[in-house]
């Protein structure tokens, strides 16, 4: 009876906000009806999530597969409670409920640059707001940014056992692999269908113009796969980070899925992968999976070359491969605007070297504000060299931990974490050619990096307890 009424919650929390999207992007509720609807999900949500974590857990990978930008439609103190808000908020609260005890710091290689990247990026952000001061959105998402890196703690405590660990890996691959198939599902049906539904989202902070997302902004181009994540680069990347965390599975002696759903999965995966033309994120995913072959299976190598192969040759898969020739090229408008951000960058760089130009901007009339797609490149411009270094220092400590940790893991335990590891990897690759990891103004994506970060350490610390013991 336990275990059902917590499979209960752990399934209800997950669905809740699939559930939540559909009504509205079907129904097109608003007004009364959708304040109703909304109160009764906060408190539905609350009730699923509060008394177990590992429901926390599924109710917010559920958030951020299928409402990751949503606000609940009304204004609190001058802004919008979003459901990332209210699910992380719960997370926090079922995980002090639960462990009631001094929590596990990270390792010292890795929290003090932690905290000196925090504290470098808080810093830059303060100085450069008397030049332009920043919107109070934008002070609340870099906030945001600060608790998202500060989860370390609730990961790293909240997660103490391989079964812990087992199931958050088991719900984020689910939930990465529903984006997927939702994202499918809008990408496959007619164009008007498709963005009735997403303009159904607007009373929940969903954009009503520029709906449907074409490759190179071009009517004529083929149109690109965002689901309801409405950047088909977040769609894409979160996809993406699901595929690499299963792709160590069929390793595994005891799988997070059986084999029938991990290929269901692997197959919606990849093909919302191909839908997004996010060539980020389809590099970031073959590195990950080059480093599991290399390391643990050569022969998977074969398989790769095999599949590289096979994107070659499909018809189908024709324009996505031409698009991801032409960025390897610099071709293409986009490769073209990249190479544009990255000189613009250099500028902002090497005039403010060490605090960078914050969230606000700076007094120079010649230099303009853009968004920077690297995410090494968009710290140094907006935090600073020292927020740079910092932010190296937290992740080369990270991958040494892993790098120590990779052999010396018990099989039992090894896949994940060597997934885990691959993913961390993955995400760095990624990060070389976009900047959603580490922008404040996607929460749900920072979330997700430090996230990962998180896992490594909780592996290292799950194979250490087991040396001891």
């Known amino acids: 009876m336990i275990t059902v009424g917590r499979n209960i919650r752990i399934w209800g929390a997950w669905t809740l906000p699939l559930v939540y999207a559909l009504l509205i992007g079907l129904g097109g509720l608003e007004g009364v009806a959708l304040t109703v609807l909304s109160l009764a999900y906060l408190a539905l949500y609350a009730g699923l999530t509060l008394p177990a974590l590992e429901a926390a857990y599924s109710g917010l990978f559920g958030v951020i597969a299928f409402l990751p930008i949503a606000s609940f439609p009304w204004v609190l103190a001058g802004a919008h409670l979003t459901l990332l808000n209210w699910s992380v908020l719960c997370l926090v609260l079922a995980w002090a409920w639960e462990t009631r005890r001094r929590p596990e710091w990270p390792p010292p290689s890795v929290a003090w640059p932690l905290v000196a990247f925090l504290a470098l990026a808080s810093l830059s952000v303060i100085v450069n707001s008397a030049w332009l001061p920043p919107r109070l959105t934008t002070w609340r998402r870099f906030v945001e940014y600060l608790l998202n890196a500060g989860l370390i703690l609730v990961h790293l405590n909240g997660v103490r056992t391989q079964d812990r660990l087992e199931h958050l890996l088991r719900w984020l691959i689910l939930s990465a692999a529903g984006a997927a198939a939702l994202g499918l599902i809008l990408h496959l049906l007619p164009d008007a269908q498709a963005e009735r539904f997403l303009f159904n989202l607007a009373p929940l902070g969903y954009p009503r113009t520029g709906i449907l997302r074409h490759l190179l902004g071009d009517p004529a181009l083929p149109l690109r796969a965002t689901g309801t994540h409405f950047d088909p680069n977040l769609f894409g990347g979160f996809v993406a980070l699901g595929l690499m965390l299963s792709l160590s599975q069929p390793f595994a002696a005891r799988r997070l899925w059986p084999w029938p759903v991990l290929f269901a999965f692997w197959g919606v995966s990849l093909a919302a992968l191909i839908a997004s033309y996010s060539r980020a994120a389809i590099v970031g995913s073959v590195a990950a999976l080059g480093l599991i072959a290399l390391f643990d299976a050569p022969l998977l190598m074969l398989g790769l070359a095999a599949g590289t192969l096979l994107l070659l040759l499909l018809p189908v898969t024709r324009p996505y491969l031409l698009h991801l020739l ?43 504000p853009r968004i920077v797609s690297s995410a090494y490149l968009f710290i140094a411009e907006r935090w600073g060299l020292p927020a740079l270094g910092a932010w190296l220092a937290t992740l080369a400590a990270t991958l040494q931990i892993a790098w120590v940790s990779w052999r010396r893991l018990p099989l039992h335990l090894a896949p994940l974490a060597h997934a885990i590891y691959a993913t961390l990897v993955g995400l760095l690759v990624i990060g070389l050619l976009d900047h959603y990891w580490v922008n404040p103004d996607f929460s749900h994506t920072a979330l997700l990096f430090w996230l990962t970060v998180s896992l490594v350490l909780v592996t290292h610390r799950l194979q250490a307890d087991r040396h001891v013991s």
């Open 326 to 368: 032409a960025g390897f090229a610099g071709r293409d408008a986009a490769t073209q605007m990249r190479f544009e951000e990255y000189r613009s960058a250099l500028v902002w760089i090497r005039r403010y070297p060490w605090l960078g130009a914050g969230l606000g901007g700076v007094p120079d009339p010649d230099l303009t």
